[in-house]
């Protein structure tokens, strides 16, 4: 479903910073989420305030990055063929808006640990096949919503990927940092325009 906006949107109020979001506030927010079914509990609660604030469904999708082609492609369960690992994860959600596509990326990482910083590497990679991705298409926007005292402590990580030169053309068209600043950037990009 295409959606025309036309007036600004607010992010919902009751939404914090990313970097508040500590391990003890996870849990307040969203009760366990390790393992099992309360690990999706975060990334469904930012969705729901994602179409909350923007007015717009935020489906799940199957689509992925092709790695090695720097293509997005529908497929689910690419790991049962051999070339499995070329692809990313999937995203976990996608907006339609003004006859644009915005792919999402929803992540909660707290506390300190070998786990976050391999999840958070991992969400790097993602990113640069994002940029890459964006250099063959129109029309395409990525959005990476990082919360999470641990995730926005690395922020410089990704100020770093999006300065590098050889993605100046395209890096306006990614969006990396916490829900609250999620309807900033979809302003700047979709309403001021």
Not at 73 to 80: G, L, R, V
């Amino acid at each position: 479903m295409n959606k025309e906006i036309k007036k600004y949107i607010k992010c919902p109020i009751d939404v914090i910073s990313g970097f508040l979001i500590t391990k003890e506030k996870r849990k307040e927010l969203h009760g366990n989420v390790a393992g099992g079914a309360g690990s999706r509990n975060p990334e469904e609660y930012q969705r729901a305030k994602i179409i909350e604030g923007t007015g717009i469904p935020c489906p799940k999708t199957n689509m992925r990055i092709n790695l090695r082609t720097s293509s997005l492609c529908n497929i689910n369960h690419p790991n049962k063929n051999k070339d499995g690992f070329d692809y990313s994860e999937d995203f976990d959600g996608s907006q339609e808006i003004n006859s644009n596509m915005i792919y999402i990326n929803l992540k909660c990482i707290v506390g300190k640990g070998g786990s976050q910083t391999r999840s958070l590497r991992e969400v790097y990679w993602f990113i640069q096949g994002q940029l890459k991705t964006l250099e063959h298409n129109t029309n395409i926007y990525f959005a990476n919503i990082l919360d999470g005292d641990e995730a926005c402590s690395t922020k410089s990580k990704f100020e770093y990927l999006l300065s590098l030169e050889e993605f100046c053309k395209v890096k306006s068209k990614v969006y990396i940092g916490d829900l609250k600043g999620y309807f900033d950037w979809f302003n700047q990009m979709f309403v001021d325009k």
